[in-house]
Protein backbone atom coordinates (compact mmCIF):
# COMPACT_ATOMS: atom_id res chain seq x y z
CA UNK A 1 0.00 0.00 0.00
CA UNK A 2 2.57 2.20 1.15
CA UNK A 3 4.68 1.41 -2.02
CA UNK A 4 1.45 2.11 -4.72
CA UNK A 5 1.68 5.64 -2.45
CA UNK A 6 4.94 6.24 -3.09
CA UNK A 7 5.08 5.33 -6.78
CA UNK A 8 2.24 7.33 -7.22
CA UNK A 9 3.78 10.52 -5.91
CA UNK A 10 6.89 9.89 -7.61
CA UNK A 11 5.09 9.76 -11.10
CA UNK A 12 3.17 12.57 -10.62
CA UNK A 13 5.67 15.11 -9.81
CA UNK A 14 7.93 13.18 -12.19
CA UNK A 15 5.47 13.89 -14.93
CA UNK A 16 4.53 17.13 -13.63
CA UNK A 17 8.36 18.45 -13.53
CA UNK A 18 8.28 16.67 -17.15
CA UNK A 19 5.76 18.59 -18.88
CA UNK A 20 7.00 21.91 -17.11
CA UNK A 21 10.52 21.00 -18.80
CA UNK A 22 8.99 20.36 -22.71
CA UNK A 23 6.45 23.15 -22.23
CA UNK A 24 7.75 25.87 -20.35
CA UNK A 25 11.55 25.24 -20.02
CA UNK A 26 12.47 23.84 -23.41
CA UNK A 27 10.96 26.37 -25.98
CA UNK A 28 12.34 29.09 -23.66
CA UNK A 29 15.82 27.48 -24.27
CA UNK A 30 15.32 26.88 -27.85
CA UNK A 31 13.66 29.97 -28.87
CA UNK A 32 17.19 32.11 -30.09
CA UNK A 33 18.28 28.48 -31.56
CA UNK A 34 15.00 28.54 -33.77
CA UNK A 35 15.78 32.72 -34.47
CA UNK A 36 12.32 33.36 -34.31
CA UNK A 37 10.23 34.68 -31.09
CA UNK A 38 7.43 32.95 -30.34
CA UNK A 39 5.43 36.04 -30.66
CA UNK A 40 6.04 36.38 -33.61
CA UNK A 41 4.33 34.97 -37.14
CA UNK A 42 5.94 34.05 -40.89
CA UNK A 43 3.54 36.10 -43.49
CA UNK A 44 3.65 35.44 -46.88
CA UNK A 45 3.53 38.91 -48.99
CA UNK A 46 3.34 40.13 -52.58
CA UNK A 47 6.90 42.12 -53.09
CA UNK A 48 6.80 45.23 -55.49
CA UNK A 49 8.14 43.19 -58.02
CA UNK A 50 4.62 40.77 -57.92
CA UNK A 51 6.22 37.59 -55.96
CA UNK A 52 5.11 35.97 -53.39
CA UNK A 53 7.71 35.73 -50.50
CA UNK A 54 7.89 34.56 -46.87
CA UNK A 55 8.61 36.92 -44.45
CA UNK A 56 8.39 37.34 -40.66
CA UNK A 57 5.60 39.39 -38.68
CA UNK A 58 4.71 40.61 -35.67
CA UNK A 59 1.55 38.94 -34.13
CA UNK A 60 -1.21 41.52 -34.16
CA UNK A 61 -4.71 41.53 -32.01
CA UNK A 62 -7.32 41.31 -34.11
CA UNK A 63 -8.27 44.48 -36.14
CA UNK A 64 -11.41 46.81 -35.94
CA UNK A 65 -14.00 46.37 -39.39
CA UNK A 66 -16.41 45.21 -37.13
CA UNK A 67 -14.37 41.97 -36.37
CA UNK A 68 -14.89 42.52 -32.53
CA UNK A 69 -18.19 42.87 -32.14
CA UNK A 70 -17.93 39.52 -34.78
CA UNK A 71 -15.90 37.30 -32.89
CA UNK A 72 -18.34 38.42 -29.72
CA UNK A 73 -20.74 37.34 -31.97
CA UNK A 74 -19.32 34.33 -32.52
CA UNK A 75 -18.72 33.76 -28.85
CA UNK A 76 -22.63 34.02 -27.89
CA UNK A 77 -23.98 31.74 -30.59
CA UNK A 78 -21.31 29.35 -29.56
CA UNK A 79 -19.63 28.81 -33.05
CA UNK A 80 -16.87 27.62 -31.17
CA UNK A 81 -18.57 24.27 -29.73
CA UNK A 82 -18.43 22.93 -33.21
CA UNK A 83 -15.37 24.51 -34.86
CA UNK A 84 -11.74 24.37 -33.42
CA UNK A 85 -9.13 26.93 -34.45
CA UNK A 86 -5.94 25.47 -34.71
CA UNK A 87 -4.37 23.55 -37.27
CA UNK A 88 -2.24 21.02 -35.81
CA UNK A 89 0.78 19.30 -37.09
CA UNK A 90 -0.52 16.07 -38.13
CA UNK A 91 -2.31 14.08 -40.63
CA UNK A 92 -2.91 16.29 -43.49
CA UNK A 93 -4.31 19.15 -41.71
CA UNK A 94 -2.19 21.32 -44.29
CA UNK A 95 -3.11 19.82 -46.73
CA UNK A 96 -6.99 20.53 -45.69
CA UNK A 97 -6.87 23.47 -43.94
CA UNK A 98 -3.44 25.55 -44.60
CA UNK A 99 -0.22 25.84 -42.90
CA UNK A 100 -0.12 25.14 -38.98
CA UNK A 101 -0.76 26.86 -36.25
CA UNK A 102 2.16 29.14 -34.93
CA UNK A 103 2.47 30.69 -31.74
CA UNK A 104 2.38 34.13 -32.29
CA UNK A 105 -0.79 34.52 -34.46
CA UNK A 106 -3.17 33.15 -31.32
CA UNK A 107 -0.75 35.13 -28.22
CA UNK A 108 -3.48 37.80 -28.50
CA UNK A 109 -6.25 36.08 -29.27
CA UNK A 110 -7.70 35.93 -25.74
CA UNK A 111 -9.53 34.34 -24.55
CA UNK A 112 -7.80 31.62 -26.45
CA UNK A 113 -10.56 29.75 -29.03
CA UNK A 114 -8.50 26.58 -29.95
CA UNK A 115 -11.23 24.01 -29.14
CA UNK A 116 -10.96 20.51 -29.11
CA UNK A 117 -14.33 19.28 -30.89
CA UNK A 118 -14.33 19.19 -34.47
CA UNK A 119 -18.05 18.67 -35.28
CA UNK A 120 -17.43 21.39 -38.41
CA UNK A 121 -14.14 22.61 -40.06
CA UNK A 122 -11.82 23.76 -38.17
CA UNK A 123 -11.81 27.78 -38.93
CA UNK A 124 -8.17 29.23 -38.36
CA UNK A 125 -7.58 29.23 -41.89
CA UNK A 126 -11.01 30.06 -43.38
CA UNK A 127 -10.35 33.91 -44.35
CA UNK A 128 -10.64 33.92 -47.77
CA UNK A 129 -11.26 30.54 -48.53
CA UNK A 130 -15.05 31.78 -49.55
CA UNK A 131 -16.36 34.85 -50.78
CA UNK A 132 -18.86 36.71 -48.35
CA UNK A 133 -21.87 35.87 -50.56
CA UNK A 134 -21.37 31.90 -49.75
CA UNK A 135 -20.78 32.75 -45.90
CA UNK A 136 -24.28 34.91 -46.68
CA UNK A 137 -25.93 31.46 -48.28
CA UNK A 138 -24.44 29.60 -45.58
CA UNK A 139 -25.75 31.17 -42.73
CA UNK A 140 -28.82 31.79 -43.75
CA UNK A 141 -29.20 27.85 -44.68
CA UNK A 142 -26.14 25.89 -44.57
CA UNK A 143 -27.74 22.66 -46.28
CA UNK A 144 -28.65 24.48 -49.41
CA UNK A 145 -24.84 24.68 -50.01
CA UNK A 146 -23.63 22.25 -48.38
CA UNK A 147 -26.40 19.29 -47.90
CA UNK A 148 -25.08 16.57 -45.48
CA UNK A 149 -24.45 20.08 -43.40
CA UNK A 150 -25.59 19.57 -39.30
CA UNK A 151 -24.64 23.60 -39.05
CA UNK A 152 -27.69 25.09 -37.62
CA UNK A 153 -29.16 28.03 -39.77
CA UNK A 154 -28.70 31.71 -38.55
CA UNK A 155 -31.56 32.93 -39.84
CA UNK A 156 -31.64 36.34 -37.03
CA UNK A 157 -27.92 37.36 -38.84
CA UNK A 158 -30.70 38.54 -41.19
CA UNK A 159 -33.16 41.69 -42.17
CA UNK A 160 -35.84 41.28 -45.38
CA UNK A 161 -34.90 43.88 -48.31
CA UNK A 162 -36.86 43.84 -51.20
CA UNK A 163 -38.49 40.59 -50.53
CA UNK A 164 -34.62 38.74 -50.51
CA UNK A 165 -32.74 37.96 -47.23
CA UNK A 166 -29.29 40.34 -46.87
CA UNK A 167 -27.10 40.49 -43.45
CA UNK A 168 -27.86 42.51 -40.66
CA UNK A 169 -25.33 44.73 -38.73
CA UNK A 170 -24.90 41.35 -36.76
CA UNK A 171 -24.47 39.04 -39.60
CA UNK A 172 -22.26 41.56 -41.27
CA UNK A 173 -19.65 41.80 -38.63
CA UNK A 174 -20.19 37.73 -37.68
CA UNK A 175 -19.26 37.47 -42.12
CA UNK A 176 -16.03 40.27 -41.56
CA UNK A 177 -14.69 37.98 -38.07
CA UNK A 178 -14.42 35.16 -40.04
CA UNK A 179 -13.36 36.35 -43.05
CA UNK A 180 -10.46 38.04 -40.51
CA UNK A 181 -9.40 34.11 -39.81
CA UNK A 182 -6.31 33.33 -40.43
CA UNK A 183 -5.25 36.15 -42.13
CA UNK A 184 -2.01 37.24 -40.16
CA UNK A 185 -0.90 34.52 -42.42
CA UNK A 186 -1.30 37.48 -45.40
CA UNK A 187 -1.20 35.58 -49.10
CA UNK A 188 -0.80 32.03 -48.13
CA UNK A 189 -3.94 30.87 -50.07
CA UNK A 190 -1.81 32.09 -53.51
CA UNK A 191 0.49 29.22 -53.15
CA UNK A 192 -1.51 26.79 -51.24
CA UNK A 193 -1.56 23.63 -54.01
CA UNK A 194 -5.21 23.86 -55.01
CA UNK A 195 -5.37 27.40 -56.19
CA UNK A 196 -2.84 26.52 -59.01
CA UNK A 197 -4.17 23.76 -60.77
CA UNK A 198 -3.14 23.85 -64.48
CA UNK A 199 -5.11 24.16 -67.77
CA UNK A 200 -3.89 22.15 -70.27
CA UNK A 201 -4.52 18.20 -69.10
CA UNK A 202 -7.59 16.37 -71.22
CA UNK A 203 -10.02 14.67 -68.36
CA UNK A 204 -9.81 11.16 -68.40
CA UNK A 205 -12.01 9.38 -70.56
CA UNK A 206 -12.67 6.57 -67.41
CA UNK A 207 -14.16 9.27 -65.95
CA UNK A 208 -16.92 10.62 -68.45
CA UNK A 209 -19.93 9.61 -66.58
CA UNK A 210 -22.33 11.93 -66.73
CA UNK A 211 -24.99 10.16 -64.64
CA UNK A 212 -23.16 10.01 -61.95
CA UNK A 213 -22.45 13.58 -63.08
CA UNK A 214 -25.66 14.61 -62.75
CA UNK A 215 -25.80 13.06 -59.13
CA UNK A 216 -22.64 15.33 -57.85
CA UNK A 217 -24.49 18.21 -59.83
CA UNK A 218 -27.83 17.72 -57.82
CA UNK A 219 -26.26 17.74 -54.24
CA UNK A 220 -23.38 20.19 -54.80
CA UNK A 221 -24.18 22.45 -57.73
CA UNK A 222 -27.79 22.57 -58.14
CA UNK A 223 -28.37 24.54 -54.84
CA UNK A 224 -27.05 27.71 -56.74
CA UNK A 225 -26.77 27.35 -60.29
CA UNK A 226 -30.21 25.47 -60.20
CA UNK A 227 -31.59 21.62 -61.31
CA UNK A 228 -31.60 22.94 -64.95
CA UNK A 229 -28.40 24.74 -64.79
CA UNK A 230 -30.22 28.38 -65.35
CA UNK A 231 -28.60 29.69 -62.24
CA UNK A 232 -32.15 29.86 -60.59
CA UNK A 233 -30.74 27.86 -57.16
CA UNK A 234 -33.16 27.63 -54.55
CA UNK A 235 -30.41 29.58 -52.23
CA UNK A 236 -30.05 32.48 -54.18
CA UNK A 237 -34.00 32.79 -54.17
CA UNK A 238 -34.09 33.44 -50.86
CA UNK A 239 -30.69 34.87 -50.27
CA UNK A 240 -29.10 38.76 -51.92
CA UNK A 241 -26.00 37.81 -53.64
CA UNK A 242 -24.30 40.79 -54.21
CA UNK A 243 -21.07 40.29 -55.58
CA UNK A 244 -21.65 37.75 -58.68
CA UNK A 245 -24.81 35.76 -59.91
CA UNK A 246 -23.83 32.15 -60.09
CA UNK A 247 -23.72 31.28 -64.02
CA UNK A 248 -26.64 30.21 -66.48
CA UNK A 249 -24.70 27.03 -67.64
CA UNK A 250 -27.26 27.24 -70.75
CA UNK A 251 -25.67 29.99 -71.83
CA UNK A 252 -22.62 28.26 -72.47
CA UNK A 253 -20.45 31.88 -71.80
CA UNK A 254 -17.56 30.98 -69.23
CA UNK A 255 -15.03 33.53 -68.51
CA UNK A 256 -12.12 31.68 -67.28
CA UNK A 257 -10.41 30.04 -70.35
CA UNK A 258 -7.57 29.18 -72.61
CA UNK A 259 -9.34 29.60 -75.66
CA UNK A 260 -10.02 32.40 -77.50
CA UNK A 261 -13.22 35.13 -76.99
CA UNK A 262 -16.51 33.24 -78.53
CA UNK A 263 -14.95 29.77 -77.94
CA UNK A 264 -16.64 27.42 -75.41
CA UNK A 265 -13.50 26.70 -72.78
CA UNK A 266 -11.47 23.18 -72.62
CA UNK A 267 -12.79 20.20 -69.64
CA UNK A 268 -9.01 21.54 -67.90
CA UNK A 269 -10.27 25.00 -67.59
CA UNK A 270 -13.28 23.85 -66.03
CA UNK A 271 -11.20 21.74 -64.14
CA UNK A 272 -9.04 24.36 -62.46
CA UNK A 273 -12.01 27.08 -62.20
CA UNK A 274 -13.55 24.06 -59.78
CA UNK A 275 -11.01 23.13 -58.26
CA UNK A 276 -9.66 26.29 -56.93
CA UNK A 277 -13.23 28.07 -57.06
CA UNK A 278 -13.68 31.76 -58.02
CA UNK A 279 -12.57 33.80 -55.18
CA UNK A 280 -13.77 36.58 -53.64
CA UNK A 281 -17.19 35.07 -55.06
CA UNK A 282 -20.52 32.75 -54.05
CA UNK A 283 -18.66 29.80 -56.35
CA UNK A 284 -16.41 28.01 -53.46
CA UNK A 285 -13.33 25.46 -54.09
CA UNK A 286 -14.06 22.03 -54.95
CA UNK A 287 -10.53 20.67 -53.95
CA UNK A 288 -12.15 18.03 -51.61
CA UNK A 289 -14.29 16.36 -53.86
CA UNK A 290 -12.23 13.30 -55.49
CA UNK A 291 -10.87 13.58 -59.14
CA UNK A 292 -13.20 11.57 -61.16
CA UNK A 293 -16.75 13.91 -59.35
CA UNK A 294 -15.30 16.71 -60.84
CA UNK A 295 -14.72 15.04 -63.89
CA UNK A 296 -17.88 13.91 -63.70
CA UNK A 297 -19.80 17.08 -63.02
CA UNK A 298 -17.52 18.86 -65.34
CA UNK A 299 -19.45 16.02 -68.29
CA UNK A 300 -22.47 17.20 -66.62
CA UNK A 301 -22.38 20.32 -66.59
CA UNK A 302 -21.45 20.28 -70.30
CA UNK A 303 -25.33 18.94 -71.29
CA UNK A 304 -26.79 22.02 -70.41
CA UNK A 305 -25.50 24.19 -73.65
CA UNK A 306 -25.61 22.92 -76.86
CA UNK A 307 -22.71 24.81 -77.99
CA UNK A 308 -20.40 22.03 -76.79
CA UNK A 309 -21.47 19.77 -79.00
CA UNK A 310 -22.01 22.23 -81.78
CA UNK A 311 -18.97 24.01 -81.90
CA UNK A 312 -15.67 22.16 -80.42
CA UNK A 313 -13.38 24.10 -78.45
CA UNK A 314 -10.88 26.31 -80.72
CA UNK A 315 -6.99 25.83 -80.07
CA UNK A 316 -5.87 27.24 -76.80
CA UNK A 317 -3.77 30.28 -76.60
CA UNK A 318 -0.08 29.86 -75.43
CA UNK A 319 1.44 31.37 -72.69
CA UNK A 320 4.57 31.33 -72.88
CA UNK A 321 7.09 30.67 -70.24
CA UNK A 322 7.32 33.90 -67.98
CA UNK A 323 10.59 36.03 -67.51
CA UNK A 324 12.03 36.44 -64.05
CA UNK A 325 10.41 39.63 -62.63
CA UNK A 326 12.47 42.57 -62.39
CA UNK A 327 12.08 46.75 -61.70
CA UNK A 328 12.53 47.63 -64.99
CA UNK A 329 9.72 44.98 -66.64
CA UNK A 330 7.47 46.45 -63.88
CA UNK A 331 8.23 50.29 -65.06
CA UNK A 332 7.34 49.08 -68.42
CA UNK A 333 4.18 47.66 -67.56
CA UNK A 334 3.20 50.74 -66.10
CA UNK A 335 3.18 52.35 -69.50
CA UNK A 336 1.76 49.24 -71.55
CA UNK A 337 -1.19 49.82 -69.14
CA UNK A 338 -1.56 53.53 -69.73
CA UNK A 339 -0.72 52.90 -73.48
CA UNK A 340 -3.33 50.17 -73.60
CA UNK A 341 -5.96 52.26 -71.46
CA UNK A 342 -6.80 49.77 -68.99
CA UNK A 343 -7.12 52.72 -66.88
CA UNK A 344 -10.85 53.67 -68.30
CA UNK A 345 -11.96 50.40 -66.71
CA UNK A 346 -9.28 49.75 -63.81
CA UNK A 347 -8.32 53.07 -62.60
CA UNK A 348 -4.87 55.14 -62.92
CA UNK A 349 -3.77 53.21 -59.49
CA UNK A 350 -5.70 49.81 -60.28
CA UNK A 351 -8.25 50.51 -57.80
CA UNK A 352 -11.11 49.34 -60.28
CA UNK A 353 -12.59 53.14 -60.47
CA UNK A 354 -11.76 54.11 -63.95
CA UNK A 355 -14.13 56.90 -65.93
CA UNK A 356 -15.60 53.44 -67.55
CA UNK A 357 -16.37 51.70 -64.44
CA UNK A 358 -19.54 53.38 -62.98
CA UNK A 359 -21.30 52.00 -66.04
CA UNK A 360 -20.38 48.00 -66.89
CA UNK A 361 -22.75 45.66 -67.35
CA UNK A 362 -22.39 42.19 -68.23
CA UNK A 363 -24.20 40.06 -70.79
CA UNK A 364 -26.86 39.33 -68.32
CA UNK A 365 -27.47 42.50 -67.28
CA UNK A 366 -26.02 42.63 -63.98
CA UNK A 367 -23.87 45.50 -63.00
CA UNK A 368 -19.99 44.37 -62.86
CA UNK A 369 -17.56 46.48 -61.22
CA UNK A 370 -13.91 45.86 -62.93
CA UNK A 371 -11.24 44.32 -60.59
CA UNK A 372 -9.76 45.94 -58.01
CA UNK A 373 -6.02 45.11 -58.26
CA UNK A 374 -4.96 46.52 -55.29
CA UNK A 375 -6.78 43.78 -53.44
CA UNK A 376 -4.99 41.27 -54.66
CA UNK A 377 -7.59 38.61 -54.98
CA UNK A 378 -7.97 37.14 -58.57
CA UNK A 379 -10.76 35.34 -59.78
CA UNK A 380 -9.36 33.76 -62.33
CA UNK A 381 -5.90 32.68 -59.74
CA UNK A 382 -3.05 34.66 -58.62
CA UNK A 383 0.06 33.57 -60.67
CA UNK A 384 1.79 35.93 -63.35
CA UNK A 385 0.18 33.41 -66.06
CA UNK A 386 -3.28 33.58 -64.93
CA UNK A 387 -3.22 37.23 -65.07
CA UNK A 388 -1.55 36.97 -69.02
CA UNK A 389 -3.89 34.55 -69.60
CA UNK A 390 -7.08 36.50 -68.81
CA UNK A 391 -6.41 39.81 -70.87
CA UNK A 392 -5.29 37.49 -73.82
CA UNK A 393 -8.36 35.65 -74.12
CA UNK A 394 -10.68 38.13 -71.88
CA UNK A 395 -13.67 37.20 -69.82
CA UNK A 396 -16.72 35.91 -71.96
CA UNK A 397 -20.18 37.66 -70.99
CA UNK A 398 -17.87 40.79 -69.23
CA UNK A 399 -16.56 44.04 -70.48
CA UNK A 400 -13.24 42.56 -69.91
CA UNK A 401 -12.08 42.32 -73.31
CA UNK A 402 -9.59 40.25 -75.00
CA UNK A 403 -5.93 42.24 -75.93
CA UNK A 404 -4.69 39.16 -77.61
CA UNK A 405 -3.93 41.58 -80.73
CA UNK A 406 -2.97 44.38 -78.98
CA UNK A 407 0.80 43.73 -78.14
CA UNK A 408 3.88 44.33 -79.70
CA UNK A 409 6.13 42.14 -77.85
CA UNK A 410 4.98 38.65 -75.53
CA UNK A 411 7.17 40.91 -73.16
CA UNK A 412 4.85 43.58 -73.28
CA UNK A 413 1.96 41.12 -71.74
CA UNK A 414 4.71 39.82 -68.93
CA UNK A 415 5.69 43.35 -67.82
CA UNK A 416 1.68 44.06 -67.64
CA UNK A 417 0.92 41.03 -65.66
CA UNK A 418 3.82 42.19 -63.29
CA UNK A 419 2.27 45.36 -63.34
CA UNK A 420 -0.50 44.25 -61.91
CA UNK A 421 0.69 42.32 -59.63
CA UNK A 422 2.57 44.81 -57.82
CA UNK A 423 -0.26 46.75 -57.14
CA UNK A 424 -0.90 44.61 -54.27
CA UNK A 425 2.52 44.34 -53.08
CA UNK A 426 2.36 43.71 -49.49
CA UNK A 427 -0.89 44.67 -48.21
CA UNK A 428 -3.78 44.38 -49.56
CA UNK A 429 -4.61 40.96 -47.65
CA UNK A 430 -8.69 41.55 -47.06
CA UNK A 431 -10.64 38.50 -48.41
C1 LIG B 1 -23.81 22.26 -34.30
C2 LIG B 1 -22.50 22.56 -34.72
C3 LIG B 1 -22.18 23.87 -35.42
C4 LIG B 1 -22.36 25.15 -34.95
C5 LIG B 1 -22.99 25.60 -33.65
C6 LIG B 1 -21.79 26.02 -35.95
N1 LIG B 1 -21.31 25.29 -36.99
FE1 LIG B 1 -20.31 26.02 -38.59
N2 LIG B 1 -20.20 24.14 -39.41
C7 LIG B 1 -20.65 22.99 -38.79
C8 LIG B 1 -20.46 21.87 -39.69
C9 LIG B 1 -20.85 20.42 -39.42
C10 LIG B 1 -19.87 22.38 -40.85
C11 LIG B 1 -19.45 21.59 -42.12
C12 LIG B 1 -20.59 21.55 -43.12
C13 LIG B 1 -20.90 22.90 -43.69
O1 LIG B 1 -20.03 23.48 -44.35
O2 LIG B 1 -22.01 23.42 -43.45
C14 LIG B 1 -19.70 23.82 -40.63
C15 LIG B 1 -19.11 24.68 -41.54
C16 LIG B 1 -18.81 26.01 -41.27
C17 LIG B 1 -18.02 26.86 -42.13
C18 LIG B 1 -17.33 26.44 -43.42
C19 LIG B 1 -15.96 25.88 -43.11
C20 LIG B 1 -15.24 25.26 -44.27
O3 LIG B 1 -14.00 25.28 -44.30
O4 LIG B 1 -15.90 24.76 -45.20
C21 LIG B 1 -17.98 28.10 -41.53
C22 LIG B 1 -17.26 29.33 -42.05
C23 LIG B 1 -18.76 28.01 -40.33
N3 LIG B 1 -19.23 26.73 -40.20
C24 LIG B 1 -18.96 29.08 -39.45
C25 LIG B 1 -19.76 28.99 -38.31
C26 LIG B 1 -20.08 30.13 -37.47
C27 LIG B 1 -19.56 31.54 -37.69
C28 LIG B 1 -20.90 29.67 -36.49
C29 LIG B 1 -21.58 30.48 -35.40
C30 LIG B 1 -22.34 31.64 -35.83
C31 LIG B 1 -21.05 28.24 -36.68
N4 LIG B 1 -20.35 27.88 -37.80
C32 LIG B 1 -21.75 27.40 -35.85
C33 LIG B 1 -21.20 22.89 -37.53
C34 LIG B 1 -21.53 23.97 -36.71
C1 LIG C 1 -22.82 28.95 -53.24
C2 LIG C 1 -23.12 29.07 -54.65
C3 LIG C 1 -22.41 28.20 -55.67
C4 LIG C 1 -22.28 26.83 -55.64
C5 LIG C 1 -22.74 25.84 -54.57
C6 LIG C 1 -21.61 26.48 -56.87
N1 LIG C 1 -21.35 27.60 -57.61
FE1 LIG C 1 -20.45 27.67 -59.44
N2 LIG C 1 -20.64 29.69 -59.48
C7 LIG C 1 -21.21 30.45 -58.48
C8 LIG C 1 -21.14 31.85 -58.85
C9 LIG C 1 -21.67 33.02 -58.03
C10 LIG C 1 -20.49 31.90 -60.11
C11 LIG C 1 -20.19 33.15 -60.95
C12 LIG C 1 -18.88 33.82 -60.56
C13 LIG C 1 -18.54 34.93 -61.52
O1 LIG C 1 -19.06 34.96 -62.62
O2 LIG C 1 -17.69 35.76 -61.18
C14 LIG C 1 -20.21 30.52 -60.48
C15 LIG C 1 -19.59 30.17 -61.67
C16 LIG C 1 -19.33 28.86 -62.04
C17 LIG C 1 -18.71 28.46 -63.30
C18 LIG C 1 -18.30 29.39 -64.42
C19 LIG C 1 -16.80 29.56 -64.58
C20 LIG C 1 -16.42 30.42 -65.76
O3 LIG C 1 -15.39 30.14 -66.38
O4 LIG C 1 -17.13 31.37 -66.11
C21 LIG C 1 -18.62 27.09 -63.28
C22 LIG C 1 -18.04 26.19 -64.37
C23 LIG C 1 -19.16 26.63 -62.03
N3 LIG C 1 -19.59 27.72 -61.30
C24 LIG C 1 -19.26 25.31 -61.65
C25 LIG C 1 -19.80 24.86 -60.45
C26 LIG C 1 -19.87 23.47 -60.08
C27 LIG C 1 -19.44 22.30 -60.95
C28 LIG C 1 -20.44 23.44 -58.84
C29 LIG C 1 -20.72 22.21 -57.98
C30 LIG C 1 -19.64 21.25 -57.80
C31 LIG C 1 -20.71 24.80 -58.44
N4 LIG C 1 -20.32 25.64 -59.45
C32 LIG C 1 -21.30 25.17 -57.24
C33 LIG C 1 -21.78 29.98 -57.32
C34 LIG C 1 -21.83 28.67 -56.91
C1 LIG D 1 -14.07 48.06 -70.84
C2 LIG D 1 -13.56 47.92 -69.50
C3 LIG D 1 -12.26 47.17 -69.28
C4 LIG D 1 -11.02 47.41 -69.85
C5 LIG D 1 -10.65 48.43 -70.90
C6 LIG D 1 -10.11 46.49 -69.22
N1 LIG D 1 -10.78 45.71 -68.31
FE1 LIG D 1 -9.95 44.26 -67.15
N2 LIG D 1 -11.80 43.84 -66.38
C7 LIG D 1 -12.95 44.54 -66.64
C8 LIG D 1 -14.03 43.99 -65.84
C9 LIG D 1 -15.47 44.46 -65.82
C10 LIG D 1 -13.47 42.92 -65.09
C11 LIG D 1 -14.19 42.03 -64.06
C12 LIG D 1 -14.74 40.76 -64.65
C13 LIG D 1 -15.35 39.88 -63.60
O1 LIG D 1 -15.35 40.24 -62.41
O2 LIG D 1 -15.84 38.82 -63.95
C14 LIG D 1 -12.07 42.86 -65.46
C15 LIG D 1 -11.17 41.93 -64.95
C16 LIG D 1 -9.81 41.93 -65.20
C17 LIG D 1 -8.87 40.96 -64.67
C18 LIG D 1 -9.24 39.76 -63.84
C19 LIG D 1 -9.11 39.99 -62.39
C20 LIG D 1 -9.50 38.72 -61.65
O3 LIG D 1 -10.30 38.84 -60.71
O4 LIG D 1 -9.01 37.63 -61.99
C21 LIG D 1 -7.61 41.31 -65.12
C22 LIG D 1 -6.30 40.63 -64.80
C23 LIG D 1 -7.78 42.48 -65.95
N3 LIG D 1 -9.12 42.82 -65.99
C24 LIG D 1 -6.74 43.11 -66.59
C25 LIG D 1 -6.93 44.13 -67.51
C26 LIG D 1 -5.85 44.73 -68.23
C27 LIG D 1 -4.38 44.38 -68.05
C28 LIG D 1 -6.40 45.65 -69.08
C29 LIG D 1 -5.71 46.47 -70.13
C30 LIG D 1 -4.89 45.73 -71.07
C31 LIG D 1 -7.85 45.62 -68.85
N4 LIG D 1 -8.12 44.70 -67.89
C32 LIG D 1 -8.76 46.42 -69.52
C33 LIG D 1 -13.10 45.58 -67.52
C34 LIG D 1 -12.09 46.10 -68.32
Avoid at 184 to 204: E, I, L, M, T
Avoid at 315 to 329: F, N, R
Avoid at 357 to 378: K, V, W
Amino acid sequence: MKRAKTIALVAGFGFFFLALLVQGILPYLLKPAAGISSREVTRTVRTPLGDLAEVKAEAAPVTDGGEKRGRAIYLREGCWYCHSQYTRPAAGEERRWGPVSEAGEYAHDLPHLFGTRRIGPDLLRVGGKYGDDWHTAHFFDPRAVVPDSVMPRFTWFFRTEGGRQVLNDEGRAVTAYVQSLGMQKGKWRDAFPYQNVRSGSASPEAAKSAERGKQVYSRRCAGCHGEKGDGKGTSPKDVLFTIAQPRDFTSGVFKFRLTPTGSVPLDSDLYRTITAGIRGTAMPPWFNLSEDDRWDVIHYIKTFSPDFSEYPPEAPIVVPQPPKPSPELVARGRRVFDEMKCWECHGREGRGDGPKSDTLEDDFGNRIPPANFTRGIFKSGPRAEDIFRTFMTGLSGTPMPSFADSFASPDDGWALTYYVLSLSADGGDQP
